[in-house]
C-alpha cells in the first residue's frame, strides 16, 4: 500500500482523531479503580507495619506494584494519601439494623465508630493528619469532604429514621435541621475520638448507651410510635 493511499484515511497516521496515541497524549489515560484500590490498601498495610512517621510513598508503591509516578499522578503528598485510605475505612460505617429507638440506632453507630478507631492503621495515623491539618488550609478541607462530611449521612439516615418511628417531629426548618445535624455529629465523632484517642478509655456497650441517652434526650426523643 502506498504512503498516499494510508494518507487518504484507509491506515490512519499519526497525529490523526483514529490513532489511539494521540487520544491519550490529549485526555489522558483513565485512572484505574484496581490501582487505586491496591494503593490504598497498600497504605494501610504500611500504616500497620511502619507507623505514621516511616511511610513513604516509595514503600506505597512497591507494595501496591506500581510506579511512584503513579502516586503522584493521584494524590499530591503522603497526607492527602492517608486521609484517602483512612477515608475508606470511615466509608464502611453504616446504621445499625433497626433497634427500636433512637437510643439504640445511636449507641450502635458509637460502637461501630470506636471500633474504627481501634484499628491501628487509623490510631497511628488519624491524629497525625489532624495535626498536619492545622497548619495546612488544603488538607483541612480534604479531610472535611472525604472524612467529615461523608459521615453526616449517618446523623440524617438515623434522624429519618427516628421522625418515621414518631420519635421526632418533622423538621419544619431545614436550615435549621442542618445546623442541628452538624452539632449531632460534632458531639458524638468529638466525644467518641476524645475518649478513644486522647483519654484512653474503652467504649464499651454501657458508655455507649450512656451517650445515646443523652443525645437523644437533648434531641427531644420521645418514645417509638407502637400503633
Not at 76 to 86: F, Q, S, T
Not at 134 to 158: F, N, P, S, Y
Amino acid at each position: 500500500m502506498s504512503r498516499s493511499t494510508s494518507a487518504a484515511g484507509t491506515d490512519p497516521g499519526p497525529g490523526t482523531p483514529q490513532d489511539p496515541g494521540a487520544a491519550a497524549r490529549r485526555t489522558g489515560r483513565p485512572r484505574s479503580a484496581a490501582a487505586d484500590r491496591a494503593i490504598l490498601g497498600a497504605t494501610r498495610a504500611a500504616l500497620v507495619e511502619l507507623g505514621w512517621s516511616r511511610l513513604t510513598l516509595g514503600d506505597v508503591a512497591a507494595r501496591a506494584g506500581v510506579a511512584k509516578t503513579t502516586l503522584y499522578r493521584r494524590w499530591p503528598g503522603k497526607n492527602e494519601l492517608v486521609v484517602d485510605a483512612l477515608a475508606e475505612l470511615f466509608d464502611e460505617l453504616e446504621l445499625p439494623a433497626d433497634g427500636g429507638s433512637l437510643d439504640a440506632d445511636i449507641a450502635g453507630v458509637v460502637l461501630q465508630f470506636a471500633a474504627l478507631l481501634e484499628r491501628p492503621e487509623v490510631r497511628t495515623a488519624l491524629m497525625a493528619v489532624v495535626v498536619e491539618a492545622t497548619h495546612d488550609d488544603e488538607l483541612r478541607t480534604r479531610i472535611r469532604r472525604a472524612i467529615v462530611d461523608r459521615q453526616k449521612r449517618l446523623v440524617l439516615q438515623g434522624r429519618a429514621r427516628a421522625r418515621r418511628r414518631g420519635e421526632l417531629a418533622p423538621d419544619e426548618d431545614p436550615a435549621e435541621a442542618a445546623r442541628q445535624a452538624d452539632l449531632i455529629f460534632d458531639v458524638v465523632a468529638g466525644t467518641v475520638v476524645h475518649r478513644t484517642l486522647v483519654s484512653c478509655e474503652d467504649v464499651d456497650p454501657a458508655w455507649a448507651r450512656s451517650l445515646a441517652a443523652l443525645v437523644a434526650a437533648g434531641l427531644g426523643a420521645g418514645p417509638a410510635d407502637r400503633t
